[in-house]
């Protein structure tokens, strides 16, 4: 299994990004889906998540009612739609993928805010 990230680049405060993950390979049954982001000097964090069974999407309390957080199991994807972007957002983000009860991470994907 691969995950493939798009979407990253440069973008002015207040502006938007969404960045975009698909899954492929062998794949049997995908579960929970989301990214994290890692910024400069500090550890990879969560950013939004959707948990598989109890079906809740949650959010870093950071980036709730500014990011967005899609996913079609069908195409097993799931998108990040970054609105209202901050300095403070940059980071590389990565997506994760929970496929057949085993973690996939994307390869990471550079976001940066700075005017």
């Known amino acids: 299994v691969q995950l493939q990230a798009l979407g990253g680049g440069l973008v002015q405060p207040g502006g938007s990004l969404r960045l975009s993950c698909a899954a492929s390979?062998?794949?049997?049954?995908?579960?929970?889906m989301g990214w994290f982001r890692r910024a400069p000097g500090k550890q990879r964090d969560l950013v939004a998540v959707?948990?598989?069974?109890?079906?809740?999407?949650n959010y870093a309390d950071s980036v709730k009612g500014r990011f967005t957080l899609s996913r079609d199991s069908a195409k097993s994807t799931v998108d990040l739609q970054m609105n209202d972007l901050k300095i403070e957002d940059t980071a590389v983000y990565y997506c994760?993928?929970?496929?057949?009860?085993?973690?996939?991470w994307g390869q990471g994907t550079l976001v940066t805010v700075s005017s």
């Open positions: 390979g062998k794949i049997f049954r995908i579960g929970t």
């Open positions: 994760l993928c929970v496929v057949d009860g085993r973690n996939y």
């Open positions: 959707f948990i598989s069974g109890g079906g809740a999407t």
